[in-house]
């Protein structure tokens, strides 16, 4: 028995000794900076609470019966019990689990509900919209409502919601910033919604957590949080500085290849909408009528 407290003691020290020296920040879905992300960081650690409940009395008792019934020269250890059944301890063994599955159940339920991807954020400034496109392999933002567009790199103010509108013109990907919040995936013929906020100012990992070929790894993205002043004089700059994203420009940008940074100070009107109906039947039929029409 000896032996079992010092393993465990050394286990709890192991794991005091992570949390005090702060390598919980190297993971960055431990370091939440989002309203969004800090209830899904409560979400884990209340599972993980709930599970070490049934986890560890049973890894201890694993521990403690091998130990128990080990071999010993001249000592018979033959496991002979002298009983069949027990009420007690059947309860025990089926109750706590059942318990735990029960208010694992209600919690995940109304997380669930409170942390629907769609549902817009209670908060007194107005949302700021930015529409995500995943390509092979690279990420384009529109900002519709300043006329900018931007690749691999995405500026929004802190303290201010943010609007995602996500669609795909490739395969289906999966949009992510682990420190704001969980991951939603974006799908060709699809424009789904992702509600998040930054609660201070920073720069924060983006990435594509879905496998989508062979450069998917390289589908990653900073996510810059800012004051409202220094975002407004980004967006001043990128309509001063750089070139506009014409139709055929988009068409080269979603051919298949990795890409640096880049900035566009206007986008084609109802761009995103196009991508998202891109593959709808209806577009298709429309397609097709237009060059019939074109070629009489």
Not at 12 to 35: F, R
Not at 102 to 130: F, R, W
Not at 266 to 293: M, R, W
Request: proline share 6%; glycine share 8%; aromatic share 10%.
């Amino acid at each position: 028995m000896k032996r079992l407290r010092r393993l465990t003691a050394v286990l709890s020290l192991i794991a005091m000794t992570i949390m005090m020296t702060g390598c919980t920040d190297k993971i960055v879905v431990l370091n939440p900076k989002g309203e969004i992300g800090k209830h899904q960081l409560d979400l884990i650690i209340i599972s993980s609470v709930l599970c070490l409940v049934v986890l560890v009395p049973v890894l201890i008792l694993a521990f403690y019966i091998a130990w128990k019934y080990k071999h010993r020269p001249g000592k018979d250890t033959k496991y002979s019990p002298k009983w069949e059944h027990s009420t007690k301890l059947e309860t025990i063994w089926w109750g706590i689990p059942i318990v735990v599955i029960a208010i694992l159940g209600i919690i995940t339920v109304k997380y669930t509900h409170m942390l629907e991807p769609s549902k817009p954020l209670k908060h007194e400034a107005k949302p700021l919209v930015i529409e995500v496109t995943s390509l092979d392999w690279k990420w384009l933002f529109q900002y519709p409502e300043q006329g900018i567009a931007t690749v691999n790199y995405v500026e929004f103010p802190a303290n201010v919601p943010i609007e995602f509108r996500l669609t795909s013109d490739a395969p289906m990907n999966s949009f992510w910033i682990p420190q704001l919040g969980g991951q939603i995936y974006t799908m060709s013929g699809m424009a789904m919604k992702l509600h998040l906020i930054a609660d201070e100012p920073g720069s924060y990992m983006g990435s594509g957590a879905n496998f989508s070929g062979k450069d998917f790894g390289k589908m990653q993205f900073t996510a810059n949080a800012t004051s409202q002043e220094e975002f407004d004089g980004w967006v001043q700059q990128i309509k001063g500085s750089s070139p506009a994203l014409t139709t055929e420009g988009y068409l080269q940008l979603a051919e298949p290849g990795v890409s640096d940074l880049q900035s566009f100070s206007s986008i084609p009107e109802g761009l995103f909408q196009k991508i998202v109906t891109k593959y709808s039947s209806g577009h298709n039929h429309g397609s097709a009528s237009e060059q019939a029409d074109s070629k009489e």
